[in-house]
């Protein structure tokens, strides 16, 4: 009889593999839920802290429905996106590539953008000639970036980055167009009570060893070789180790993916206080837009959180809750 290989399912996951710092600070966007509403797909803002707040609870099938829950939330400050360019693209037999694009006019003035990027002078490109190629146009986005100088930032430098619109490509284009050279507010994106993903960078903790990075427990005090590390790296045939064997590595600074949490309230400071007396410990306060988010989210504070549609929401009910209270307890201890 021939020798029958084993089968067995894959040990281990590498839903998180391989743990690498990420190759840019913003997250970058691979996949954003489809949606027949002619609007942005996406938003961003600046992670600014948390706080707690006060909620009616209205989720229909609960036992505490009507009862008033303490919940933490996440203050993304979101100031106004504007939209610098139309980017279109078209089928090819190697995906999708770059048809052409054209930038809004003035650009040059801008004097924050200009860190970021050389803007062109002149365009190459313009709305008619886009409208005339519209049956070779397979998808069209817009290249948007934020507005730094008006939250409690102290920074400058804009992000800029790309979104998709949904709706057929002739709705895509006429949004795009009327939206070339404005500003796009959060409310204009998502409303209360919508499901959104998350896509940050975690914070970075450098290189750790087995104990931190892994959570493997820790040797025995008899131990030959110390006590915080793993105790075996695998069987002496096959030679090698194993992708899964805990190792020291880079620690954070990953790019992780936040599912389903719900948008509480998209405000303005002016409408609803969040604000403590002694502002918000290592960031400052809030001066404009803001989202209220459940839980927590990635990243550091002052790092850019970038919002899209739920791509697997977990509930239908996108009904907002009432907040009562917001706490404003001072976070300087």
Known sequence: MGHTKRKRPQRGSRAVWPRKRAKRINAMVKNFAPIKD??????????????????VDNRPKTPTKGEELKRAVTIIEAP????????????TSYGKKVLSEVWAEGLSKDKDLSRTLILPKKRKA??????????????VRVVVYTQPRTT?????????????IGGNVESQFSYAS????????????????????????????????????????????????????????????PSKVGWWIPMPGQMGFHKRTHYNSQILKIANINDLQINPISGLSRYGKVKGDFILIAGSAPGAKKRLVVLSHAIRPASKFTEAPEIVDVSLRSQQQ
């Open 152 to 164: 409690g930032l102290g920074k400058k430098t804009p992000e800029v980055f790309e979104l998709p």
């Open 80 to 91: 106004s996106l504007k939209v610098g360019a139309i980017r279109v693209y078209a089928k």
């Open 126 to 139: 313009t709305i008619e000639s886009l409208k005339q190629r519209l049956s070779d146009i397979s998808e």
């Open 178 to 237: 009327e939206k070339l050279g404005k500003e796009i507010n959060a409310s204009d994106v998502f409303k209360a009570g919508e499901f959104v993903d998350m896509h940050g960078v975690t914070k970075g903790k450098g290189f750790q060893g087995d104990i931190k990075r892994f959570g493997v427990r820790l040797e025995s005090h008899k131990a030959e070789f110390g006590r915080r590390h793993r105790s075996t790296m695998g069987p002496t045939t």
């Open 38 to 55: 002619t609007k942005l797909l996406g938003f961003a803002g600046y992670k600014a802290g948390m706080t707690s707040v006060i909620i």
